[in-house]
């Protein structure tokens, strides 16, 4: 008998926890595959759309943008992906490949974008379609929960970590979290020195940096012992952004690798002369992700994750944002 209901929990309001819900399997557009979810992680992100602080999240919304699963079927014009494939499904969704900026290789800042788990429904269900040309087709080396954050944490993280000029060494990480945990194996990796940057007393995610190799680890009031050339803030505090400018040397970069942001205070002119600069990531292309997957052909990164079933969704949430999660939180699908 073919099934034609799955498991979901959605967004029904800002404020509200996700119901789980019974809801029809949707069917893949011409363009698009129906894929049988493995995991699906927890973003920041996610947090910010069930707070509202993202306006326009389609509705009712099933969140989540870090897929790893099966394709099961595929629309008529798809030729990219197979069925049995094993794909990941990012952030972005679908771009117009029209816009000025579709033209000038800046997909992800185009105009008529549209975002998994935002815009599009996501990953916290049995299933999701996704349009074929923005999915990943991973090798079986991914066909675990594990990967999951690989698909935003990583991601973001790596377009963030590319903002950099490549001969800095000294690179401040603000926040040290899912994001963070993954791109400090890189950049160990590449020989750069990391300066971990957590919570002030946070001794968890200090000792945690400290185990993944962290040249020196503090509280995000704490001034390391050297200038920094660049420094990546995943902590949604504007305050951070003052505070990273006072570490960095002439000529060094803050990346404000998140999506939301509170306030940033008003600061001297001093900290941003002698050519620093501060700077923000917007979403991925599908060219990070080939080169992303590209890297971790040649660079083993571990990821750390605490694992919940997918109607454990609220209670996961609740633990991210007390920053009790170890990692990253990712869902686990039943596999039957
Ligand atoms: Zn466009
Ligand atoms: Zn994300």
Redesign the pocket.
């Known amino acids: 008998m073919k099934i034609s209901a799955m498991q979901a929990m959605v967004f029904e309001g800002a404020g509200k926890p996700l119901g789980l819900r019974q809801v029809p399997i949707p069917a893949p557009g011409d363009d698009q595959v129906l894929i049988k979810i493995i995991a699906c992680g927890i973003c920041r992100t996610d947090l910010h759309v069930l707070d509202g602080e993202l306006a326009s999240p389609k509705f009712p919304l099933i969140p989540g943008h870090e897929i790893i699963g099966t394709v099961v079927s595929i629309g008529k014009n798809v030729r990219n992906i197979k069925e049995n494939d094993l794909v990941g499904v990012p952030w972005l969704g679908y771009?117009?490949?029209?816009?000025k900026?579709?033209r000038q290789d800046k997909?992800n800042l185009?105009?008529?974008?549209k975002f998994t788990g935002y815009t599009l429904d996501g990953g916290y269900a049995q299933y999701t379609v996704a349009f074929s040309k923005y999915c990943f087709k991973l090798s079986g080396q991914y066909h675990n929960p594990e990967s999951a954050p690989l698909l935003c944490a990583g991601l973001i993280g790596f377009r963030s970590y590319h903002m950099i000029d490549p001969k800095a060494v000294n690179i401040g990480m603000y926040g040290f979290g899912a994001a963070a945990h993954i791109l400090i194996q890189i950049a160990r990796a590449q020989n750069k020195k990391v300066f971990a940057f957590t919570r002030d007393g946070d001794s968890k995610s200090q000792s945690f940096a400290r185990e993944l190799g962290a040249h020196w680890v503090g509280g995000s009031s704490d001034v390391p012992p050297e200038k920094l050339e660049a420094a990546i803030i995943f902590a949604p505090a504007g305050e951070l952004v003052p505070k990273a400018l006072k570490n960095l040397d002439k000529g060094g970069e803050v990346i404000c690798g998140g999506i939301h942001m509170s306030q940033i205070p008003a600061f001297s002119y001093d900290l941003l002369w002698e050519e620093r600069v501060i700077r923000s990531v917007a979403n991925l292309t599908r060219k990070d992700g080939l080169n992303f997957f590209d890297l971790l052909t040649s660079i083993n990164v571990h990821t750390q994750t605490e694992l919940f079933r997918l109607s454990q969704a609220n209670e996961a949430i609740a633990k991210l944002r007390k920053g009790e999660i170890k990692g990253a939180a990712v869902l686990v699908m039943d596999q039957d």
């Open positions: 771009t117009c490949g029209t816009c900026y579709c997909e185009c105009e008529n974008a």
